[in-house]
């Protein structure tokens, strides 16, 4: 894969064939991308998938233990392909490629989860997303209300644009990335940088 192919895909099976054979990313990306999936179809899952998802996530950001992870997988195991199984998979490559395509419920579901997975990871291409002297106090705190909040709202993510580039920031990849009409979820890679979150 290239970094055309990259920015072009509809489909996030071969982009995570990609991520898992080249290591250009890290195993708290790929979980949360299933995590991203399994939020998709979150009205289709029973309460005990959802509990899976939301450990997984809390497992994703080292909230919650290997054990805990465990015992919601099995929890819901009883739910046979849903993506809140695959999403509190021990194997983050599992998690996510198998989450994504237990929610492809739709064939315009495999495009979405690409520009998800472009969001949680950026361009791999490009190498690591640096934050320069404008992560100020301020800009930090907007950033770790949006990802707690799980708020990735245009309004939310344009005012941090706003700051940013008030603060200096003159990098378009970022502020664009922000301002634009595409899916965020957790794991956003603008937001993760100014968190130092890898």
Known sequence: MD????????????????LQRSGR????KLRLFGVACSRRVWDWLDALGRAAVEVAELYADGQASADQLRAARLACQFAGGSAAWYAA??????????????AQAVPAERTVQAALLRDIIGNPFRGETLIGPWGSST??????????ERDFSPPRLVAL????????CADSELLDHLRGPGLHARGCFV????????
């Not at 970094?3 to 990609?18: V, Y």
């Not at 021990?90 to 395509?101: C, E, F, G, I, W």
């Not at 644009?161 to 200096?168: F, S, T």
């Open 139 to 148: 800009i930090r705190e907007m950033a770790e209300a949006v990802y707690a």
């Open 3 to 18: 970094e055309l192919t990259w920015l072009a895909s509809t489909d996030p099976a071969p982009m995570l064939e990609f």
């Open 191 to 198: 937001v993760d940088a100014l968190l130092g979150k890898a």
């Open 161 to 168: 644009a706003e700051a940013l580039e008030e603060a200096g």
């Open 89 to 102: 998979a021990s194997n983050p490559v599992v998690a996510a490629r198998n989450a994504a395509l237990s």
């Open 25 to 28: 990313t890290s195993d708290r």
